[in-house]
């Protein structure tokens, strides 16, 4: 099975869900995409196979998002901001070809997986 996950080392939730894709014996293909971030096109493909719009994929809690006045700025300027600024994209971010999913808990991840 393929799957990649988009994941920051430094978060409990990224690590949690990469420990949970291992666990099932599958070892993904793995972007740190605060070193090597999604393009423009390749994040708003994700976010629309997930179902999310970007206002729903942002981390609002981050310094930048509150610096940028984002709180009223719409879809494009989102995206944007994710892309300058990958930091604001919520993690970690799993895909399947089946499936795209944000996997805060990390147990969202589980839904994705084959069966045991």
């Known amino acids: 099975m393929d799957i990649t996950i988009y994941h ?35 994040l708003a493909e994700l976010l629309t196979r997930a179902g999310l719009t970007p206002r729903q994929a942002i981390r609002t809690k981050e310094a930048i998002y509150e610096e940028l006045r984002l709180d009223a700025a719409d879809d494009d300027a989102l995206l944007d901001a994710m892309i300058e600024h990958p930091v604001l994209i919520e993690r970690p971010i799993v895909v399947t070809s089946n499936a795209v999913r944000i996997c805060r808990p990390p147990e969202r991840v589980l839904d994705l997986l084959p069966p045991k």
Do not use: F, H, M, Q
Not at 14 to 39: H, M, N
């Open 8 to 42: 920051n080392p430094r978060c409990s939730n990224s690590r949690g869900a990469l420990d949970l894709i291992r666990s099932a014996g599958i070892e993904p293909r793995i972007v740190e995409y605060l070193k090597t971030p999604p393009s423009r096109a390749v």
